[in-house]
């Protein structure tokens, strides 16, 4: 499967954005999908996951409560709605599919290319 990261940018603290990530190939209902993000110098870091059908959702502490993960299989596409957003959320963001549902990275068997998401302060 390959996946194509889209609507990252630069926005003010406070502000949202909405990332989606297209699957193309096998279906992204195959996969459990998870969004991860990066900064340079670190490890990359979970953000959010969900299950193939949609029912279940994992948050990493974070970012609960401001961010939602949802999926439409109709389309092969993954959201990421991420609101009051905060300096600390800049990063480039992945999105990511396993066979399987989790938060560990080594869990996801494809990734996209990644979007930049800056938030000034």
């Known amino acids: 499967v390959q996946l194509q990261a889209s609507g990252g940018g630069l926005v003010q603290t406070g502000g949202s954005l909405r990332l989606s990530c297209a699957a193309s190939?096998?279906?992204?209902?195959?996969?459990?999908m998870g969004w991860f993000r990066q900064v340079p110098g670190k490890e990359r870091e979970f953000v959010a996951a969900?299950?193939?059908?949609?029912?279940?959702?994992y948050y990493a502490d974070s970012v609960r409560g401001r961010f939602t993960i949802s999926r439409d299989n109709a389309k092969n596409t993954v959201y990421l709605q991420m609101n009051i957003l905060k300096p600390e959320d800049s990063a480039v963001y992945y999105c990511?599919?396993?066979?399987?549902?989790?938060?560990?990275?080594?869990?996801?068997?494809?990734w996209g290319q990644g979007t930049q998401v800056t938030v000034s302060s």
């Open positions: 190939g096998r279906t992204s209902r195959s996969y459990a």
């Open positions: 969900i299950t193939r059908s949609g029912d279940h959702t």
């Open positions: 990511a599919a396993a066979s399987r549902f989790g938060s560990s990275s080594r869990v996801y068997d494809y």
